[in-house]
T-cell receptor, first 113, second 116 residues
């Protein structure tokens, strides 16, 4: 079955870059997503990448995909205190007849002034 | 503004009681989903529905029930058979399109359920 793994914690200083990593097992993944969750709130879609792409950039966010190693990363440039949140990667499992999302456990990003 | 509304934000359940969580969307999305989130874990799928009057079990459906009588609404009932219901419940919706089913899911703000 499909599985998605993330490291649980990341701490950075304000102004530095943050890199959040994710690995997945399903080779038939079609889309991979990054969501952000602030305390007590739902999930906000940040960005997504199609599996035939290597990189996608959207303002301060850069997504890198290494399909051979099944490794996905999210880089946040010039990290701000408002970026402190839980970040989830998720994949769409290509083997089902609907868009089932499989989520990682989430990475808690803490940004220090 | 279009979006997904979950209510209530906080809910308390007594032992042996059923409770219903509301989820309404005005995005004209076909598919709706219910997830459960526990601390330190990712989201686990409870039920999903791709079309009105049809729904399917997800990975952890035991102790839960749903209905989909209207496109806009997908209420979740947590029954007394669910022995560990304390969690954060998230509702999502998406467009269903094409063989890749690639449309991203959009989430509500969640309902936190606790046991008295």
């Amino acid at each position: 079955g499909e599985d998605v793994e993330q490291s649980l914690f990341l701490s950075v200083r304000e102004g530095d870059s943050s890199v959040i990593n994710c690995t997945y097992t399903d080779s038939s993944s079609t889309y991979l997503y990054w969501y952000k969750q602030e305390p007590g709130a739902g999930l906000q879609l940040l960005t997504y990448i199609f599996s035939n792409m290597d990189m996608k950039q959207d303002q301060r966010l850069t997504v890198l995909l290494n399909k051979k190693d099944k490794h996905l990363s999210l880089r946040i440039a010039d990290t701000q205190t408002g970026d402190s949140a839980i970040y989830f990667c998720a994949e769409i499992y290509g083997g089902t007849s609907y868009g089932k999302l499989t989520f990682g456990q989430g990475t808690i990003l803490t940004v220090h002034p | 503004d279009g979006g997904i509304t979950q209510s209530p934000k906080y809910l308390f359940r007594k032992e042996g009681q059923n409770v219903t969580l509301s989820c309404e969307q005005n995005l004209n999305h076909d598919a709706m989903y219910w997830y459960r989130q526990d601390p330190g874990q990712g989201l686990r799928l409870i039920y999903y529905s791709q079309i009105v009057n049809d729904f399917q079990k997800g990975d952890i459906a035991e102790g839960y029930s749903v209905s989909r009588e209207k496109k806009e609404s997908f209420p979740l009932t947590v029954t007394s058979a669910q022995k560990n219901p304390t969690a954060f419940y998230l509702c999502a919706s998406s467009i269903v399109s094409g063989p890749t089913r690639n449309q991203p899911q959009h989430f509500g703000d969640g309902t936190r359920l606790s046991i008295l």
